[in-house]
DNA sequence: ACGCTCCTCCCCCGCCCGGGGGAGGCGGGA
DNA sequence: TCCCGCCTCCCCCGGGCGGGGGAGGAGCGT
């Protein structure tokens, strides 16, 4: 029996670009496809493909909210890889997070789009280090990214951020840095009103949230 | 020009298997082996692969140490694979951290293999969502995760320490969870006492190391 | 020379936080 | 039954923390 694919995407054009490539396995049988997320779950439920391959950028409904949205409401729900550009999208970390089972570069060759289909639907699938660095390391939210960024703390205050972050206090980190306690409030109390935190937890609580401290 | 691959094992018996695999594809050629990870810059720098396929438990030098030892002094580095049998290997996520590019999993199939051996030569890498969720989910610290396991906290305890890591003040805590004030202070004191935190702040910080709550 | 930002330090004040100790009710296991 | 762990609430107290304001010096670009 042949490994069944649902296509999410809300461009025809890829839509018809992946069905060419995967039409063209014997093995492979695209079942359905759907232009947006809101479509998803009802077609899961009728077609019971295999594999679904699913766009994070969409209208009414993206990939994540739609992978969420799949894998709470259907049982024995179909294996989910991610379509994306960029391997370093944001949404695509979101979308793994949600449950997403792995993902298909847009420009990787057809033979590689094939096989991560076929590994897909024997509980594998293919990813690209380049995005698993990116998960390591800077995988943070994009909410808390950006007021970090927006932020634009001084250098003094990223560094008594980090050690604030470490869990040191505020005599602790004046001991380190050899000055005052006085100054430490000083730049403690600067840091939390650009962050727009309330106090020191909530500011540690960005830092990780944000990946400006890495755990691990 | 073939795809060159140093094998480094302390096990004679896996370095023969992977020789068999990759020697039987015309485009690979196996250059060289090595036992322990203290042999594995001089082989670098001498036979110059381009991919070398490491084991991450060794004698001597394990694989996480041989790959930021190849990385820090070989310029232009080799893609290193590393090989593990079991996916959720905390050692592989460090391996990966340290700078790897992608692992082999020894009872994958020997076309898996290959494959993986090509796409990391070509600058991609093979990886298991499984695995995926692991490091996106409890990548925290051995040693955080230790502490929270040993801790054994009580069912409320955990969910205060879910609230205090979420950023709330005891007042906040006790109206959401419809107790006094007093009650949640001692919740938290319970919980820093057993966690060896000194104040919230700790206890936040351990809570995102161990992978207690999870960000993004 | 001027203004700007950053780093440094100081004052007062109020509050939340954390430590210590005590205590009652409620459930399960020895 | 008795004891123990958990959840609940209370007291006192000290200290670290955060908010407000002010101020001086160093470096930089104009």
């Given at each position: 029996?042949?490994?069944?694919?649902?296509?999410?995407?809300?461009?025809?054009?890829?839509?018809?670009?992946?069905r060419?490539?995967?039409?063209?396995q014997?093995?492979?049988s695209?079942?359905?496809?759907?232009?947006?997320?809101?479509?998803?779950?009802?077609l899961?439920?009728?077609l019971?493909?295999?594999?679904?391959?699913?766009?994070?950028?969409m209208?009414?409904l993206?990939?994540i909210?739609?992978?969420?949205?799949?894998?709470?409401?259907?049982?024995?729900?179909?294996?989910?890889?991610?379509?994306t550009?960029?391997?370093?999208d944001?949404y695509?970390?979101?979308?793994?997070?949600?449950?997403a089972d792995?993902?298909?570069?847009?420009r990787?060759?057809?033979?590689?789009?094939?096989?991560?289909?076929?590994?897909?639907?024997?509980?594998?699938?293919?990813?690209?280090?380049?995005?698993?660095?990116e998960?390591?390391a800077?995988?943070?939210?994009?909410?808390?990214?950006?007021?970090l960024?927006?932020?634009?703390?001084?250098?003094?205050?990223e560094?008594?951020?980090r050690?604030?972050?470490?869990?040191?206090t505020?005599?602790?980190?004046?001991?380190?840095l050899?000055v005052?306690?006085?100054?430490v409030?000083?730049h403690?109390?600067?840091?939390?009103?650009?962050?727009?935190a309330?106090?020191?937890?909530?500011?540690?609580?960005?830092?990780?949230?944000?990946?400006?401290?890495?755990?691990?």
């Amino acid at each position: 029996m042949p490994v069944t694919v649902l296509l999410v995407d809300d461009e025809p054009l890829v839509r018809a670009g992946l069905r060419a490539i995967l039409e063209a396995q014997p093995d492979i049988s695209v079942v359905g496809e759907a232009a947006d997320g809101a479509a998803v779950v009802p077609l899961v439920r009728q077609l019971r493909p295999d594999v679904v391959a699913m766009d994070v950028r969409m209208p009414l409904l993206d990939g994540i909210e739609a992978t969420r949205a799949v894998l709470r409401s259907v049982p024995g729900p179909p294996k989910i890889l991610v379509v994306t550009t960029f391997e370093q999208d944001d949404y695509v970390y979101q979308a793994l997070r949600a449950g997403a089972d792995g993902f298909l570069l847009k420009r990787a060759a057809p033979a590689e789009i094939v096989h991560a289909v076929r590994l897909a639907a024997e509980g594998e699938s293919l990813l690209f280090p380049a995005a698993l660095r990116e998960l390591a390391a800077a995988h943070g939210n994009p909410r808390a990214r950006a007021v970090l960024e927006r932020a634009a703390l001084t250098a003094r205050e990223e560094e008594v951020l980090r050690l604030v972050a470490a869990g040191l206090t505020n005599a602790e980190i004046a001991q380190r840095l050899v000055v005052g306690t006085e100054t430490v409030k000083t730049h403690v109390s600067s840091l939390l009103a650009k962050l727009g935190a309330r106090d020191r937890t909530q500011a540690v609580i960005l830092a990780y949230e944000s990946g400006f401290v890495a755990p691990g």
